[in-house]
């Protein structure tokens, strides 16, 4: 333990404590496994929180980056690249959107979305000037900034951190009716994660998403879809609205469309709204930067070359129903779809976080969401022998 001790001390003396992470100190990766400083081997059933979809240092990714890094690797958007385009134009027709915002984190692809969302309100709906409203969920997760978390509902998120952005009204997640009460002449647009990662692995009921799809047209609102999490094939479909056939108006996307070597996320939609952006409305330094660009093209090329859509789906079932057969006195519920899973340990025996810890030891990482879940979301190329091992750890911690 010598070298991890050592590690972990420094990071304790010299970095901010924001963070409580497992004490495991990674030195290299490849494909779904990990190895820890004293040579310890790990699955990574975390996968970065689902940026991490195509594994870890994929070879066609991790060449691409290589490749533009001998070229160029920053222009900025002051001038043209030779990647930024190919990458968003591949974006777009493999999403079915006209038009491609590149960003660089979840939270400034998120925040992007409400700019244009209330700028499209002012010019395309009418609202007056500074009363655009959005709608958003109770328990949401879209990120850490300060826009960001005024409209969290997590209390944590927010204390110390105010004064907040107004404008963001939160309706209870999953019920339509809360949703279609809230909306007024003012509704800009529904800002809504199809499953609920960070507030514990929450699907919502079947039909939920068609509902907002169906009331956002009906009134005039965009419906803006963040997938950051479950999108790019990490619930078994290229993205989870999918599964209600609702299509959003805005979809917003990150984490693994850098193919976990990059931090690239984008915002989606028609020309119609994406024309509220004129020169200087928006930007960001890194956003459609050339390596970001070429990990963000090979990411979307791995995706489709290795069938990891369809590997989440059959896998991830299969993971489900397995986990669902362990006998387990500890566990409340099994939830979820494709390889984002959700195994929630009944109150009455503490939090997850312990069940991550014994499952570490045996070679399996994993982090507790949401206090009493333990989340499974293995990178999507696991095979089902990985899962089969997988599984016997689980068992031997939840029995
Ligand atoms: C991770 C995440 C974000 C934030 O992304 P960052 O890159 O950490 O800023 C936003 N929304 C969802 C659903 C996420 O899972």
């Known amino acids: 333990m010598a070298r991890t001790d050592e590690f972990i001390r420094d990071v304790e003396l010299y970095s901010a404590n924001n963070y409580f992470p497992l004490p495991i100190v990674i030195e290299k990766g490849e494909g779904v496994w990990v190895y820890d400083v004293e040579g310890r081997k790990y699955l990574d059933m975390l996968s970065a929180y689902s940026a991490l979809n195509q594994g870890h240092r994929h070879p066609k990714i991790i060449g691409a980056l290589l490749e533009q890094a001998g070229k160029v690797t920053l222009t900025s958007r002051a001038f043209h690249n030779e990647t930024m385009g190919a990458f968003l134009k591949k974006l777009c027709q493999m999403t079915g959107y006209e038009k491609a915002l590149p960003m660089n984190t979840g939270a400034e692809a998120v925040e992007t979305a409400i700019k244009a969302a209330r700028k499209w309100g002012l010019l395309k709906k009418g609202v007056p000037e500074n009363q655009g409203e959005i709608i958003v969920c109770e328990n949401n997760f879209h990120g850490r900034t300060v826009t960001i978390v005024s409209f969290s509902t997590e209390e944590q998120y927010r204390y110390g951190f105010g004064p907040f952005t107004p404008g963001f009204t939160a309706v209870p997640f999953g019920d339509a009716d809360a949703l279609e009460q809230a909306i007024t002449e003012n509704t800009v647009a529904i800002l809504a994660e199809p499953i609920q990662g960070e507030g514990g692995v929450l699907v919502p009921p079947e039909g939920y998403l068609a509902k907002m799809r169906e009331l956002a047209s009906r009134h005039n609102v965009l419906m803006m879809l963040d997938e950051i999490q479950t999108g790019l094939g990490r619930t078994g479909r290229l993205f989870a609205y999918e599964y209600d056939d609702a299509k959003p108006d805005v979809l917003i996307l990150g984490k693994a469309l850098g193919g976990g070597v990059y931090p690239v996320s984008a915002m989606l939609s028609s020309a119609d709204v994406m024309d509220v ?45 397995e986990l669902e057969k362990i006998q387990s006195p500890y566990v409340q519920e099994v939830r979820g779809k494709g390889l984002l899973i959700g195994v929630e340990i009944k109150k009455e025996h503490g939090t997850a976080r312990p069940f991550c810890e014994r499952l570490m030891k045996l070679g399996l990482l994993c982090k507790e969401t949401h206090d009493y879940t333990i989340r499974f979301a293995p990178p999507l190329t696991i095979t089902k022998d990985e899962i089969d091992w997988s599984l016997e750890k689980i068992a031997q911690v939840l029995t």
Do not use: W
Request: hydrophobic share 40%.
């Open 277 to 321: 952006f004129g020169p200087g409305d928006h930007g960001s330094t890194f956003g459609g930067n050339p390596l970001g660009c070429a990990a963000g093209m090979a990411a979307l090329q791995v995706i489709e070359e290795e069938s990891l859509v369809e590997r989440a789906f059959t896998l991830g079932k299969y993971f489900r129903e």
